[in-house]
């Protein structure tokens, strides 16, 4: 029997392929198309599994999955190729715009697209929106310093986020800025898993929870995943503090642990590393 929610995708989905993006919704049918979405994704697997740390029992939101969209860049195109092939297509990507809740500006990616090393954050916000680059406002300038105390200058790597569009607080937002939810991050979650595709770094850092939460599948705290290699696509990742936890947290232990997690990604990169290096944010 075909159900109200069967007919319901059919009706989008038939919208959609005549290129229709945007729909008017009142709250109602909002909230029950996010729940139907939510309810779906909860039954289906997450590609990149993360190895099961004790502490993921105690986090009950469902990981992320990606939203089914075509991101299959032609295998003969260059990288640049690929990231713009790509771009273009987070710019018209449908599950965005079924969702609703994501603005309209897209900020893409920054950086080399040959980097050894890749960065992945959550999403733009009011700065990064306003400039079109991800990472350029306080937290920007903090990751800024801690790449370049690693010897790794900022035009080197390849920064990106999960979400590509700043989430939408409505017409009160102003400057402020909240986290991706699980249905933005599934819905963006295919150009992000493509850019790595593309770039193949040798290795990647998670910059904060919604970042693991989005590659690795993983609800965990960042404290319980910090400190081990995980996945992606076979690429090994690091997860480590978001930039703006140390804006907020200005303790010496806060930046020797994000600076341990850049050392065993130096380790990685086998990049030479000084012994002044190896002691920062050391007690003295
Ligand atoms: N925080 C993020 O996670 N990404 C940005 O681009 C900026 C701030």
Redesign the pocket.
């Known amino acids: 029997m075909t159900t109200i929610r069967q007919l319901t995708v059919q009706g989008l989905t038939h919208l959609m392929e005549g290129g229709q993006s945007t729909m008017g919704l009142d709250d109602e049918a909002r909230g029950i198309l996010r729940e139907w979405m939510l309810s779906a994704r909860r039954g289906v697997t997450a590609t990149a599994p993360a190895p099961a740390p004790p502490q993921v029992q105690q986090q009950t939101a469902p990981a992320p999955t990606p939203v089914s969209e075509n991101t299959a860049a032609p295998v003969q195109m260059s990288v640049e190729e690929k990231l713009a092939f790509l771009q273009q297509r987070a710019a018209n990507l449908k599950a965005v715009r079924v969702l609703g809740t994501l603005r309209s500006t897209m900020?893409f990616a920054t950086g080399n697209p040959h980097a050894r090393l890749m960065l992945v954050?959550?999403?733009?916000?009011y700065d990064?929106e306003r400039l079109g680059e991800?990472?350029v406002?306080r937290?920007?300038q903090k990751l800024n310093q801690i790449l370049k105390a690693a010897g790794l200058p900022r035009e080197s790597v390849y920064i990106s986020?999960i979400c590509k569009f700043r989430p939408d607080m409505g017409p009160e937002q102003g400057m402020s800025n909240r986290a991706p939810s699980d249905a933005e991050i599934a819905a963006c979650l295919p150009i992000i898993l493509a850019e790595i595709r593309a770039i193949q770094p040798t290795c990647i850092i998670c910059?904060?929870g919604t970042s693991a939460k989005g590659l690795l599948g993983s609800a965990s705290s960042v404290a319980s995943l910090r400190g081990r290699w995980f996945d992606c696509q076979g690429v090994p990742v690091r997860v480590t503090y978001?930039p703006?936890y140390l804006l907020r947290n200005e303790s010496m232990q806060a930046k020797r642990a994000v600076w341990e997690d850049f050392l065993a990604v130096m380790e990685k990169l086998q990049l030479n590393i000084t012994p002044r290096q190896r002691s920062f944010f050391l007690p003295a």
Do not use: C, K, Q, Y
Request: aromatic share 6%; glycine share 30%; charged share 10%.
């Open positions: 900020v954050g959550e999403a733009p916000g990064e991800p990472f406002g937290a920007g986020n910059l904060g978001h703006s």
